[in-house]
């Protein structure tokens, strides 16, 4: 027996060639014979079908779909008119009964007004008749609109949106019904940000309506006693706090500015033809950003329209700005680098005639009393840094070169995890071939040594090189221990990274590589030391940091240890040594390129208030959440001033022996002036008062002073 159907757009009048409902059925064929059509089980009264050719509505309760025909007829004119002046928003001419989604027959003339009866007969499986009635009840709308987005509460201002009952869904096979009180308000933008507040309340039909006051003050109190929910992605403060920890590295910045300043870092020298290339990678970067941000604003005018703010076409500009730069800055280096030949060209013939002209006209014999060597007139000056560095500095800067200049190379170093900030302030390098050297040229014992081929990482005291660690067959071999060589005459002592505050966490590392990037990736909280194992001595500066650390983390490979226990083989050093234990990979470098977050790694290991993370206070159970707390931030603006300070007075301190100089002479000159009958400061001031010469006119008279003599001699 028949029990129950849905009442769908399927049992109603229609068919694949109907578009007014391609899901119905009893569209019979044109064809006079075929296979036997359903006929609608759902038709209007006065539609039923009676013949093959009759096309009655289809009824449904359901609504229409946005793209039916009836619809679209009301759904105004979507053209590139439309696209450019009005996209997204619906067109000028759109009629708004395109938002009835229901069929024409069940549009009510106005608005429900609350009390009207329903009733359903036949539409519930116990109940054949279902009354009722709309909702007698009225819901108010009340908006706190800001002033200004800035604005604060006091500037508010509290209204009221109008509702009504425009729509109403019955479902009566579970007894239930939704009535849909709908009004309108303009908003200055699509997310509402300039609304504070949106407040409901309902009031019986019968009464008399509350004021606008009244619903205010109920509002306030609701406000005051709600407590802010603020769902919070897993970790998101955490992150935001260790990414907040970043700041300190700018202690170790402004340092390095400062001793770079001060003429204490070692300075990679650039031919012209360096920088131009330099030049045209910042180019070709600018237009890469240029044409991703381009591109980015055509993707956002095709979604957006008008309403985009980016204009892809003011990109044009800003590439042909960039290409006259960079045609600015070939022309520069250019120039550049033909000044620097014509300067060496006559450099080398000034020493050249100096030397012919010093063996023409002075003995060996005097030439060897007075050290001067007629084939070098004009030796470079000695720079103080020994013959270790002279020789050292130039390998380690070639070195430097190569690397860069190898995308292939630099691009195995950035793929290990190591930004180029990291590689350039490494001064990292590639010898690409065994180098044969003479020690008596570095200042060691006679006899030839060999650099080996690899990955060159040099060490500098203040400007001074002092070591060259090569890892051997770099980049195929770099996680052998052993395939580390330092070069003779380099400095044995481990490398130490130290951490902006004195007091902090010590990583310790059995590679410089490792070390460089643990440094990279912690450097703002925690020291570094590379050891290559329990028993190497460390520098006096880590000792002393070991002995105060709050924590010492020493890295072990994959598997060897278990995470965060004693590492019993570095008691010595400190009580506090633990293992962190590398979830992959023999190093640092492996393990994250393995795709390990070191930092995170870290971090996790050590207590928040130990990195320099406070604890947030608990939450009270009602009320608001106490405000969050965060990394104290240093004081960037003072660091800066007082870096400039001491820089300025070294520079000033340098000038001091020449100003005495200067001062000595001018009280020579006042004596000798005295004993003439001559004051030295009356002579000043009448040249003040003298009216002053152009410098043009100056030169003229001294050489017409210098010819005179000439003639005269």
């Not at 068919?15 to 009893?26: A, E, F, I, L, S």
């Not at 606008?212 to 802010?228: G, S, T």
């Not at 990037?517 to 500066?541: R, S, Y």
């Amino acid at each position: 027996p028949f029990t129950m159907m849905p009442i769908t757009w399927e049992r109603a009048f229609g068919g694949k060639d109907d578009p007014r409902n391609t899901k119905g059925t009893g569209l019979f064929p044109n064809q006079p014979a075929g296979k036997p059509v359903p006929l609608p089980n759902v038709e209007y009264p006065d539609q039923t079908i009676g013949s093959p050719g009759d096309r009655p509505a289809p009824a449904s309760f359901l609504p229409l779909d946005v793209m039916h025909p009836e619809r679209q007829k009301r759904a105004g004119t979507y053209d590139d008119k439309w696209k450019t002046e009005r996209w997204p928003y619906y067109p000028d001419d759109l009629n708004p009964d395109f938002f009835l989604g229901s069929a024409p027959d069940q549009w009510a003339d106005g608005y429900f007004k609350g009390g009207e009866a329903i009733e359903i007969v036949n539409m519930h499986p116990a109940r054949q008749v279902i009354t009722s009635r709309v909702p007698q009840f009225k819901v108010r709308l009340f908006l706190t609109r800001k002033a200004d987005p800035k604005a604060p509460p006091e500037k508010d201002s509290f209204e009221e949106v109008p509702l009504r009952i425009d729509t109403l869904w019955l479902f009566p096979e579970a007894a239930r019904g939704v009535a849909v009180f709908r009004g309108a308000f303009n908003t200055d933008r699509d997310d509402m940000a300039d609304l504070r507040y949106v407040y409901l309340a309902t009031e019986a039909m019968g009464e008399a309506p509350k004021d606008l006051a009244h619903h205010l003050e109920a509002q306030n109190k609701r406000v005051a006693a709600m407590k802010p929910v603020k769902p919070e992605i897993p970790d998101v403060n955490r992150k935001v706090n260790r990414e907040l920890l970043k700041f300190n590295r700018v202690k170790k910045d402004i340092a390095q500015a400062k001793a770079s300043a001060m003429g204490r870092t070692p300075v990679m020298p650039r031919e012209p033809g360096e920088m131009a290339a330099m030049g045209r990678q910042v180019v070709a970067g600018g237009m890469a950003t240029l044409d991703k941000m381009e591109a980015m604003a055509r993707q956002f005018q095709e979604m957006f329209g008008w309403r985009a703010a980016l204009d892809p076409a003011s990109f044009a500009p800003r590439r042909a700005q960039l290409q006259e730069t960079a045609a600015r800055m070939e022309q520069a280096a250019a120039k550049a680098g033909q000044t620097k030949a014509r300067l060496m060209s006559m450099k080398d013939q000034m020493k050249a005639d100096m030397g012919k002209h010093l063996k023409a006209n002075v003995s060996p014999e005097n030439l060897a009393k007075a050290g001067v060597d007629p084939d070098n007139p004009l030796p470079e000056k000695d720079d103080g840094l020994g013959p270790w560095h002279r020789q050292g500095f130039p390998f380690a800067v070639a070195c430097r070169r190569n690397l860069e200049n190898d995308p292939a190379l630099t691009g195995r170093l950035r793929s290990m995890g190591f930004t180029p900030r990291t590689i350039a302030a490494s001064w990292a390098g590639f010898n690409p071939a065994p180098s044969v050297q003479e020690g008596a040229d570095w200042g060691l014992p006679p006899g030839a040594f060999t650099i080996p081929k690899g990955l060159v990482l040099p060490r500098f005291d203040g400007k001074k090189l002092t070591r060259l660690l090569v890892l051997e067959e770099w980049p195929g071999q770099e996680a052998k221990p052993d395939a580390a060589r330092l070069a003779p005459g380099s400095d044995a002592a481990p490398l130490w990274l130290a951490a902006p505050d004195e007091i902090a966490p010590v990583i310790v590392t059995s590679s410089e590589l490792d070390a460089r990037i643990m440094e990279q990736e912690t450097g703002e909280v925690c020291h570094v030391l590379t050891l290559p194992g329990p028993d190497a001595a460390p520098p006096a500066e880590a000792a002393k940091a070991l002995k105060a650390a709050p924590a010492v983390l020493v890295i072990a490979p994959a598997g060897s240890h278990e995470n965060l226990s004693r590492a019993a083989p570095y008691a010595a050093l400190s009580e506090k040594a633990q293992w962190l234990v590398l979830p992959r990979g023999a190093g640092c470098a492996q393990a994250h390129e393995a795709g390990t977050d070191l930092r995170e790694l870290v971090f996790d290991a050590l207590p928040p208030a130990m990195i320099g993370i406070p604890e947030d206070e608990p939450a009270p159970a009602y009320g608001p959440a106490p405000p969050r707390k965060r990394p104290a931030m240093p004081d960037i603006a003072g660091l800066i001033q007082a870096a400039q300070a001491e820089v300025k007075a070294f520079h000033m301190a340098r000038f001091e022996p020449i100003k005495e100089s200067m001062k000595g002479m001018e009280d020579q000159f006042r004596q000798i002036l005295a004993k003439h009958g001559q004051d030295l400061d009356q002579i000043k001031a009448r040249a003040l008062a003298e009216p002053r010469k152009r410098f043009d006119q100056v030169g003229q008279e001294m050489a017409a002073h210098i010819t005179a003599r000439r003639d005269a001699l």
